[in-house]
């Protein structure tokens, strides 16, 4: 009994070895029974959720241009994403701002949120009504890594363009080390492609940072809008 002991810790000890120093894609694979366990912890966290003042169908929401630490080549492309998973999951009319357009003297974080990383959400209701938008939907990226293990951090908050008042908020962490994140883009990835999966596919998003801020988008357009019409 001794020596079976002695072999299986050996045999765990090199398990364990052997899954620390695997890519984190191949972790994610071996380890995916673990979703949906109550260890894990969730993407997003909406919070300040006003469902009795939520957008109707017939109303306007504006995109603002990501602010905060994206660098500036970055964020046309993320909010092109952000925009057509918004345009896909909210049951309203969402248009984005052009950063180059009429407004762009009020695009800037300096304006927008004068306290870094916090909108100023009169500010950002001024936007909306020059932009005849009844709401405001503004993201600001608190963190970004665009190399593997890849991470972004977000802020996102939709703001009622008339009270200058949020009636959403949202924050949002994808960490390419965590196991949550790998298994919610496999799952994302099988979803999207179904039979052409494999787990290359995988490996790909993991390295490529527009791929990975994609998915980003994904979440968090899906959950906020969860959270804002459940």
Not at 74 to 85: G, M, S, T
Not at 185 to 199: G, P
């Amino acid at each position: 009994m001794e020596f079976m002991s002695k072999r299986c810790t050996i045999w765990v000890g090199m398990a364990l070895a052997a899954g620390l120093t695997g890519c984190v894609a191949q972790r994610g694979v071996d380890f995916g029974h673990w979703a949906g366990s109550p260890e894990m912890i969730p993407l997003t966290r909406p919070y300040n959720i006003r469902k009795s003042e939520k957008p109707i169908r017939s109303d306007l929401i504006a995109l603002l241009p990501p602010l905060g630490v994206m660098e500036e080549k970055n964020r046309a492309e993320f909010q092109q994403r952000i925009l057509q998973e918004a345009q896909k999951y909210f049951p309203t009319r969402v248009i984005d701002i052009d950063p180059q357009g009429p407004l762009s003297d009020y695009l800037n974080a300096e304006n927008l949120a004068p306290t870094t990383g916090i909108f100023d959400f009169q500010e950002v209701a001024r936007v909306g009504r020059l932009m005849s938008a009844k709401y405001i939907l503004g993201v600001w990226v608190r963190e970004v890594k665009p190399h593997p293990p890849q991470l972004v951090t977000l802020y996102v908050a939709m703001v009622d363009s008339a009270s200058g008042t949020a009636i959403g908020e949202m924050e949002a962490t994808f960490d390419a080390k965590e196991q949550q994140v790998v298994v919610a883009l496999r799952n994302n990835l099988q979803s999207r492609r179904a039979r052409e999966f494999d787990d290359s596919s995988l490996d790909v998003m993991l390295r490529s940072p527009s791929e990975f801020q994609g998915f980003v988008a994904t979440v968090t357009c899906r959950e906020l809008a969860r959270a804002l019409w459940p």
